[in-house]
């Protein structure tokens, strides 16, 4: 049974749908329908520790769209000049921001017209009309016109193509001029926030308002490579640079005594180009038979080929800027008729494909590349390699997948792959800053700290499992990394299937998830390692009537290599189905246990646990390919305990082994090692408690033996032979079970996908089909945003312990649940 330890009860939100993932170390939560503005904190504490701080002159040669000239300069202050909005000595006029400069007047001396006390709407959009009389309209200098345009948004709810929005910025430099009506998020270059004060409290709500805006533009727009934005507190100024591989906030200037400075910064917007501001000249935004998709450019080996995107596979809403991104599409390929984007013609009808779009490490090997690799070593692979497989029951599968090569291999087929554009290197300059973002004052508002705790929430701490404080809640850590430079690469695989956590039934998730286990002994034959097993990597195809598991996503597979001491930077992704070790970032020394024996004498008493940071020497493990193994262990426990409408204890035996946090929750470590059985056994569903949990049971003791003995602290070839022959084993018997069972199991329904009516599957087509560019476009028309609450299902028959929200196929970040209801 559970304990009550009197702990601070903890929320958490499940991971309904999880994504494709980057490798271990930092976690990366799934925002959900959460409206943005409700979730600064959250953003912000995962994207602080990938924040970095630059002067501002570092940041007009190395990070703005360009560093305007001084003639350029001269010409937007000369223009400010004739307009009377700086005086001749280049001064703003007087009384122009006299509220920013002067303390606040007693009572008794106020005057309904001091302009000492405007407010702050009326301080700041004064700004307004000086940036737009930096230059007059359409005026132009040297071979730069004016393309970009700043508005005051007042107001205005800021709409995107994924929900979430609704917030409410105080300024944007758009690259349409604002006529009235919606500001529309795809057309924001620039975000900008204003404060009046630079109190601590003020100085962080407002530079979390920059950041926030800033991960939702580079969530929400797949034609957008990197963004920036403007803040402003009282007198002091800041520039920002988001991008996949660092972000940059410039140190502060006085704007009110420089007002050069200011001028040379809104020039860099104003007359910034496409590219240089971040827009992807290669992923073209259409309209196409009144629904909004993509035509992607990839210049792959022999030309280059177009794919118009018709549905989101995998569409993802994360906090942090930095990183992968990945992005899933269902994309057809066309052709284009006189080189027009608004004429294309379908090169195959009825074709579907899958383009995934996703930021490498520069240098890295691709998907592609390494698939190659490992092909290459399969087709090496003879009988006597596969004499250790088990006679009529493994060693038939390796070969039936070896034959008809590589048609009959359990991994997704690629068709094509391209690089695209890079990031910017980082500035010798840029160094990290933890005051960026100032610390919050833990008296705060009620609707932040709701995120980290659900006061109706009645969980508390198993039996076994130590108090700790929740370390995503914890300040960021500022560690040393290289901040690598990524660079867009696509790929499309030949077919198009969903990912394991998209499955709608018990039978489907286990025959996926015995198939990868066949992948991962291909992988273990050719010396690689995947290190990125989860749901998400896992795709479903259902041809000719046969459910098939494809293994895909291998960018950070590796060659085995017992001496890899891996990279500086950390690779991200969620830890649901990290392994243990791997996760807590070192490697266990404990007694061996006993897998000989019954599965009653394989568990132990929760009392016995032996708590892996007392016993740990602190030795870093090396990726090996029993943690591949453990990770499909986690993916069929998470299907059991997180996909089945189930009882009330579920819900909180989930919680504990499933954590979003940067280390692996003491319950978790502990059943890894042999604690906690009977309370896990109790949470799983009544007809699968007995012979699914046994199998589970076997697997994880010999997982757990790989990680603890010290006989196995160099295994052999012979000894991972052995392990996976068991591993097959008890998976096969699972995916036996999962189909006998099957009827009798209810899944939780799929929630409804995030995305917005523009986004929803297009129409079948004709050959010949005419799109309208983006550009095209008049106004700044956009379609309808949907209700953030109709975003969201649940089944009825779940219990009020466990709620599941979702926006997609993707990660679903923790401690929301408060935020999501209101």
Known sequence: MLKEHGERPRTYSVLWRLGFSDTPRRAKGDLGAVAQHKIRSEIAEQIAPELL??????????????????????SAVSALKKKNHLTSTGNWRPGTFASLTKPPAKASEKTPDDSKHESEAVVFGKLTQ????MVPQGGNNDDRTRPFFYTDCGNKVVEGDISGGGFKPD????????????????????????????????TRDNRLGVISAASHIMN???CRMWTYGISIEKDMMSVWYFSRSHSVKTDGFNWIEDPRTFTKVFVSFLFAKELEIGFDPSVRRVTYRTKECFIYEIKAEGGTRYYRTINPIF????????????RVWEVEEVRLIDGSLANVQVVVKGKRVALKDVWLDEGSATEWEIQKTIFDKLKQVRDKDCEWATEGYLRPLIKEALTDFPRNLPFMQIECDGWGKETRERHAEAVADPAIIPAKNLESSASQSAMHTNKKSTMSRPSGASNRPNSVSSRPRYGSRDYI???????????????????????????????????LVLMFLAGWVHRDVSTGNIIVMNTGGRVRGLLSDLEYAREFDRINKGASDPKTGTPFFMPVEIHQGRKFRYAEEDVSHSLQALRREEDSSVNSRANS????????????????????????????VEHASSGKVFSYLFTNDTNPDPFRCDFF????????QDAFHLKLRKRCFSSFSVIRAWLCKFCSSPKLDKPTRSDFEALFNEIYGCFELLAEDADKLNDDIEFIPLPRDIRSPSQEQLPSDDNNDRSVPDGQKKGNKRKRKVDAGQLSSRSQKSSDSRKRKSSGPQRTSMRLQKAQKH
């Open 130 to 133: 000086i940036v737009k009389d």
């Open 673 to 680: 090692q042999g604690a906690n059985q009977e309370v896990v």
């Open 171 to 202: 300024a944007f430099v758009l690259r349409n001029e604002y006529t009235g009506g919606k500001i529309t998020l795809s057309d924001g270059a620039v975000v900008a926030e204003f404060k009046k004060s630079n109190d601590p409290e003020v």
């Open 220 to 222: 929400n727009d797949p």
């Open 617 to 644: 020497k602190n030795v870093k493990p090396v990726f090996s390919f029993h943690h591949d193994l453990e990770s499909l262990m986690w993916i069929g426990l998470w299907v059991v305990l997180g996909k089945i």
């Open 315 to 326: 569409n993802p809403r994360v906090a942090c800027i930095t990183g992968r991104k990945t």
């Open 53 to 74: 701080r630059c002067p501002i002159n570092v940041f007009f040669s190395h990070y703005s769209p360009f560093n305007p000239d001084n003639d350029l300069v001269d």
């Open 485 to 519: 430079v990524k660079k867009q690469y696509r790929l499309v695989y030949s077919s198009v299937g969903y990912a394991l956590h998209d499955a709608k039934d018990l039978s489907t998730s286990f025959k996926a998830i015995k198939d990868v286990t066949i992948a």
